[in-house]
T-cell receptor
Framework: NAGVTQTPKFRILKIGQSMTLQCTQD?????MYWYRQDPGMGLKLIYYSVGAGITDKGEVPNGYNVSRSTTEDFPLRLELAAPSQTSVYFC????????????FGPGTRLTVT | AQTVTQSQPEMSVQEAETVTLSCTYD???????LFWYKQPPSRQMILVIRQEAYKQQNATENRFSVNFQKAAKSFSLKISDSQLGDAAMYFCAYRSVQGAQKLVFGQGTRLTINP
């Protein structure tokens, strides 16, 4: 049971470059989320999705884009990377029934220099 | 908007002793969930314990228990018989029962266990 997987685990970008962080879940969850965690801080919500084709902004969406073409995948796109986007990025998913517990991926550490 | 505050950036405890981590939150909602997550050096987010606001009884999971004071908007985590493996960052989190179940996290408390 893979749960939530994220790729890559680490990445270094130069200022102005773009990249996509991949997130896949195999639990058939409708809800998916992207968070960022800055050093010594808690997680902040970037974007979320309540189902395929539906996405919405969270607390810190500027500089990011998302899409949700399938239930399983929820990629996060960084356009024109900036040093302020240096962070650890977590993807999570949850069911829309029962306890709604969120299951987290292992994170992607991104450095922009 | 809801906010979560953890006022203790760092805590330390002797192995086998008991430690309490503090968390306060602000909300106008009457029904919600509260969580404690553990983040070891591996970065993996691990759910420790969950509390439903409509339940009076404090949640307990083995050595972990909470003191939920709804009127005071306080949600502390007690770890009994601390073990070296408990060393980690601990995050308090709030989730509304409405909408997309988004989590709002506190800033975290780094817990050190002294052998």
């Amino acid at each position: 049971n893979a749960g939530v997987t994220q790729t890559p685990k680490f990445r270094i970008l130069k200022i102005g470059q773009s990249m996509t962080l991949q997130c896949t879940q195999d639990m058939n969850h409708n809800y998916m989320y992207w968070y960022r965690q800055d050093p010594g801080m808690g997680l902040k919500l970037i974007y979320y999705s309540v189902g395929a084709g539906i996405t919405d902004k969270g607390e810190v969406p500027n500089g990011y884009n998302v899409s949700r073409s399938t239930t399983e995948d929820f990629p996060l796109r960084l356009e024109l990377a900036a040093p302020s986007q240096t962070s650890v990025y977590f993807c999570a998913s949850s069911d829309d029934r029962g306890t709604y517990e969120q299951y987290f991926g292992p994170g992607t550490r991104l450095t922009v220099t | 908007a809801q906010t979560v505050t953890q006022s203790q950036p760092e805590m330390s405890v002797q192995e086998a002793e008991t430690v309490t981590l503090s968390c306060t939150y602000d909300t106008s909602e009457s029904d919600y969930y509260l969580f404690w997550y553990k983040q070891p050096p591996s970065r993996q987010m691990i759910l420790v314990i969950r509390q439903e606001a409509y339940k009076q009884q404090n949640a307990t999971e083995n050595r972990f228990s909470v003191n939920f004071q709804k009127a005071a908007k306080s949600f502390s985590l007690k770890i009994s018989d601390s073990q070296l493996g408990d060393a980690a960052m601990y995050f308090c989190a709030y989730r509304s029962v409405q909408g997309a179940q988004k989590l709002v996290f506190g800033q975290g408390t780094r817990l050190t266990i002294n052998p």
